[in-house]
Structure formats: C-alpha cells, structure tokens
C-alpha cells in the first residue's frame, strides 16, 4: 500500500496547519479545544461544507476567534441531551461564512454521526498534522518535557465525550500508510457499539425479534443488521429489553431524531429506544 510522509503530509494539510497554528498561537486557545474545533471543521467539510477552512484564510483573528466560538457552541451541544434556544441557530456566522444554511439543529439530529466523525478526524489527521504546533505550544504552557516516541501530554483528553489522544512526535521522514487517511465515510472506523441501540419493552406485554425488525425497517428502511433480545430468559417469563445493531451511526440518528429515548409502538406494543452504552 502506497505511503506519505510527515513532511508531505504538512504540505498537504498548509491551510490546515495555518489556522490551528492562529488558533492556539496568535490567539491564545486552548490546545484540546482547538484540535476539537478543527475536527468539527474538517468533519463538516466531509459533510458537504465544501472548504470550511480555506474560506478562513483571509478572515483577521477576530473573526477566526468567532468562528471557532461557534464550533465549540456545536461541540457543547453535542455534549447535552437538550438543544440550546439560540437565535439565527446560534451558529450565524458560521452559516455566512460558508454561504450555506447550518445550525445547532443540525448537529442536535445529527448527534451520534458528529461525534464518531469528528472523533475520526481527532484521531486520523488532527493526532498527525499538528504534533509539532502543539509542542511548541506546550512548551511554553507547561513544565513537562515531551519524550521522544512517547505520546504528548494534553490537559483536556481524554475527553469525556471523545475519549484519549494519542499524539506521539515524529520525524519529518516518518511514513504513514494513505488507505484511510483523509477521508471519514458513514462506516470507518465505526466499532458496533456505536451502531447499536437499546431497547427496552413494557412488562406484560411481550415483543418479538421479529416484531422489532419488522418495525424499524418499516419506520427507516433496512437498516437492521441484528437483534439480540434478553438471554437467560425462563420460560413463562418474557424479555425486557433488547439490543439492535444498525448498519449505520446515521441510521441511529434518524431513529432518534434528536431526542434521548424515543418512543414507538407495534401490535399495541410499546418499545422504548435509546444509544446503545457498554458498562464493563
């Protein structure tokens, strides 16, 4: 499989690189905060806001600073389960700038797609293209000595919503594999976990594997890939709740549809669905 080094991979990403480098150097950001902000960028671009980041290339600080306090307004509503009441959708001049409607909404339907997204980008290109921006900066921001081949210490990860960063130092000549590298699709990188969902049944009144499949496909197409309902189940009792893997994170989204718990019914039946969340 074909490679890029560091060096070229710093060329590739110029523009990139230039704004992070005004984000935490000329105005003072926050390191964490900054590399979740060019993520939320580079995902958007990926989304279908062509050139998000170039078309910030000419903006003074000011307005570079504004812009990235709108995308941490995005990243917070990520973080809640309630969607902000904020005039023009709180995001206006994120939406000028990009010539194209876009609001807190969007990100609050969208919730699930945008957090393993932009978590993909942290992880893929954010975690490659500014190790050397961020040593400077912590260099002069904190005591700790970076260690070579070792990963950069960075107040702020892991991140309750994004989890860990590793960002390790490497050299210039270092090579990394292009398959993947750039580009963030519906299914890369997508553990099942995050395409499943929880569902939970009222006692009394038994629901069936097929009963689940019948009514998600209806309601959002054929999108179920498994159900695997309440083990150890006896036999005069009935299972209480279920799991539901998806083909998909946006197809979580849709069943959703920016709610918590979404509620439905089949034959008189009432099934209560929520994001799926492993506890070890």
């Not at 009441?85 to 000028?96: S, Y």
């Not at 919503?161 to 519906?186: E, K, N, Y």
């Amino acid at each position: 499989m074909a490679s890029i080094t560091l060096e070229e991979l710093h060329t590739y990403h110029a523009i990139d690189r230039e704004i992070f480098n005004r984000l935490v150097i000329n105005l003072l950001r926050d390191p964490a905060e900054s590399l979740l902000v060019m993520a939320t960028w580079l995902w958007l671009e990926e989304k279908g806001y062509p050139n998000v980041v170039v078309k910030m290339v000419d903006l003074s600080d000011a307005l570079v600073n504004a812009v990235a306090d709108e995308a941490v307004l995005c990243l917070k509503c990520l973080e809640s389960n309630s969607l902000p009441l904020l005039l023009n959708g709180g995001i206006p001049l994120t939406a000028r700038i990009m010539e194209k409607n876009i609001s807190l909404e969007m990100f609050h339907h969208n919730k699930f797609s945008a957090i393993s997204g932009i978590k993909n980008f942290l992880t893929t290109v954010c975690a490659r293209i500014f190790t050397d921006i961020l040593q400077r900066v912590l260099a002069t921001t904190s005591s700790a000595q970076s260690v070579p081949n070792q990963p950069l210490i960075i107040p702020g990860f892991p991140h309750p919503l994004f989890g860990g960063l590793a960002i390790v130092p490497r050299s210039m000549d270092s090579d990394f594999l292009i398959g993947g590298l750039w580009g963030w699709g519906p299914n890369n990188n997508v553990s099942e976990d995050e395409r499943t969902m929880f569902l939970t049944f009222s006692r009394g009144f038994p629901v069936t594997k097929d009963e689940v499949t019948q009514l998600f496909t209806r309601l959002h197409g054929d999108c179920v890939v498994s159900v695997q309902m309440q083990e150890n189940v006896s036999s005069n009792e009935q299972p209480l709740f279920a799991r539901m893997v998806l083909d998909s994170i946006a197809a979580v989204d849709r069943i959703l549809n920016g709610r918590r718990i979404a509620k439905f019914r089949i034959n008189g039946k009432h099934i209560w669905a929520r994001k799926y969340e492993r506890r070890d």
